[in-house]
């Protein structure tokens, strides 16, 4: 990636550009408060809605891309036909505002699941009509290891222009793409001419927590170490909370709505963490107990797609720790198996 | 005993459960007195059953907990050995089922966690505020996998032949879900609070159980978790029941 140009934008200037991106047809989703619920929430902010760029979101913004259900196809009874119809895209021009650079660099594992062929085109156009603004982090909390798995609160991978706080009053917009730069151009009078001086940002410090080297050359030999998966799982409850607040996690169940005239197919969020994920027909299940499910959680994301995809499928936002009823901290799984002697 | 289950001082402030299988780590033992989940969800765990013999720190949720899987048959007599503390903060050992009933009827009746007001308020506002809380809800389940009640080997939201609950995570879905589960729990809740922890999202799922076991209660005489033997309201046919509400 290559920078294409950095400006300065003062932040009493943020309302007046987001009023220039909803006039130009483009839908704002951003963190805001939702009723009594913990932490913000990515909806659709209105011009009355408030932006909450201080409190984690509970849930990254993959949504936008990969809706918790999102319809298909559909299908309805002819006589003995059955026709089925294709579904119309709903692909919104639009703007998420106020990302961060865990969730966004987390786009990436997403493309490489629904952009390679065949494309998913559900994913592909909402992915090609989105913007995504991220800011970085000015304060990173315990749980924060992004620097752990090749991020950082800085990161611009996947950003489309990166905010990065530089004092009291204004913002420096990195512009790394062509729609980052279309944003740009919808509001040149907002935006400064940044120079080449390369100024102070406020950017939290995350330290490294361990090696991601030694877990990559460690999993494939403890794979079969039966005892170390079901030591690290113990307090392993199957809730899944892990994998449906993962801005990662793409896998998906497909559903069927139906009545006697028709019905839709749906595409619903999934998790490895639950039984009926690896369920066969017959009865027999390949992933029986907790710590095999437990082994492929952090396979798949330390193991499998840096082999096939050549990324990791973590970015360290740290929304597992957080969310994890047991305290199945995954910094100390993954620490104890870099440390692991193998 | 070969296995001390508790609570031990978790990452970054939190408390994560213990499970000590030699004298040393129950070093790390610490009393919590409101902890992030009911330990009686681990006595069905086959991973943790394995392990031999438990014993479990065991909280007044807990043990009514395991007073109500008793009378479920789902807990039998000396299974598991519990430590309570009585009134004078002295640890008490009990294993046998009466023993358990006995303790807990003679220890002051905890109250269910008290809701924000909701209950009081009209129908139309309490369908809306639920209504609110479940757009939230992603269907990830940890609400019944965080309960000790939800031992079902099939749930009833994992049957798709048939389909009786709706599994997307939309409104129909969402609310189809959580009311089953609600009157699943009918009678059958003990009020540990260990779905609202666990839930993600922050829905104060428990509020829902509360209301219908102050129904249960009131209408039937029954409280989860206070007796060996139970006639739950949901699931005995008594040839006496009224049936005048069946129009």
């Known amino acids: 990636m290559t920078m294409i140009d950095r400006k300065l934008l003062k932040k009493e200037s943020v309302g007046p550009l987001m009023a220039v991106l909803r006039d130009s047809g483009r839908r704002i989703i951003a963190p805001q408060s939702v009723g009594s619920a913990p932490g913000a929430w990515y909806r659709e902010l209105g011009p009355e809605d408030e932006l909450d760029l201080e409190h984690l979101t509970t849930l990254s913004p993959k949504s936008a891309f990969l809706p918790m259900v999102e319809e298909i196809l559909r299908f309805r009874n002819e006589g003995k036909r059955i026709v089925i119809d294709d579904c119309k895209i709903q692909a919104q021009p639009t703007v998420i505002f106020g990302s961060r650079p865990c969730d966004t660099r987390a786009l990436h594992a997403l493309d490489a699941v629904f952009l390679r062929q065949p494309e998913d085109m559900f994913f592909r156009e909402k992915r090609a009509a989105t913007t995504v603004i991220t800011f970085s982090c000015a304060a990173a909390d315990p749980d924060c290891f992004c620097t752990s798995v090749g991020g950082g609160p800085r990161d611009p991978e996947g950003s489309d222009l990166l905010v990065t706080g530089i004092g009291n009053d204004c913002w420096l917009v990195e512009v790394w793409t062509l729609k980052g730069k279309q944003v740009v151009e919808l509001a040149p009078h907002l935006f400064q001419p940044a120079g080449e001086v390369e100024t102070e940002c406020l950017v939290a410090k ?137 | 005993m070969q296995l001390i289950i508790g609570f031990a001082k978790g990452s970054n402030g939190r408390r994560r459960p213990l499970f000590a299988r030699s004298p040393e780590q129950l070093d790390q033992l610490i009393l919590e007195d409101n902890p992030p989940l009911n330990l009686a969800v681990y006595l069905r765990k086959p991973e943790i059953k394995r392990l031999g013999k438990a014993g479990v720190v065991a909280t007044p949720a807990i043990l009514r907990s395991v007073l109500q899987l008793a ?128 839930c993600p999202a922050g829905i104060p799922l428990g509020l829902m159980n509360q209301f219908l076991a102050e129904l249960v209660e009131k209408e039937f005489g029954q409280r989860a978790g206070m007796a060996t033997k139970l006639d739950y309201p949901l699931s005995v046919f008594n040839v006496k029941d009224r049936e005048d509400f069946i129009k």
């Open chain 2, 71 to 198: 009378a479920e048959n789902q807990y039998h007599d000396s299974e598991a050995l519990f430590l309570a503390l009585d009134a004078d903060g002295a640890v008490v050992e009990l294993s046998a089922v009466d023993q358990i009933a006995a303790f807990v009827s003679s220890s002051p009746n905890t109250p269910f966690p008290s809701g924000d007001g909701i209950q009081s308020k009209d129908r139309e506002e309490r369908f809306a505020y639920w209504q609110q809380e479940f757009e939230r809800c992603i269907r990830c389940y940890a609400c019944r996998a965080s309960c000790p009640m939800c031992y079902c080997e099939q749930c009833i939201a994992d049957s798709n032949q048939p389909q009786w609950v709706p599994v997307p995570p939309h409104t129909l879905g969402n609310l189809e879900w959580h009311v089953a589960r609600a009157m699943h729990l009918a009678g059958r809740c003990v009020g540990c609070g260990a779905c609202s922890k666990a």
């Open chain 1, 206 to 342: 995350v330290p490294v927590r361990f090696s991601l080297d030694d877990v990559r050359k460690h999993l494939p030999v403890l794979f079969n170490d039966e005892e170390f998966w079901r030591e690290q799982s113990l307090a392993c409850l199957g809730c899944s909370s892990c994998a449906f607040v993962c801005p990662n996690c793409s896998c998906f169940d497909i559903q069927d709505e139906a009545d006697l005239k028709g019905g839709s197919r749906l595409r619903c969020w999934d998790s490895c963490g639950q039984k009926l994920f690896t369920l066969h027909a017959s009865g027999h299940n390949p992933r029986g107990g907790q710590s095999q499910r437990w082994r492929q959680r952090v396979m798949h994301k330390f193991s499998y797609l840096p082999e096939k995809e050549g990324l990791i499928g973590c970015v360290g936002c740290g929304r597992c720790s957080r969310a994890c009823p047991a305290d199945m901290n995954l910094v100390e799984r993954l620490t104890a198996i870099a440390e692991a002697r193998v």
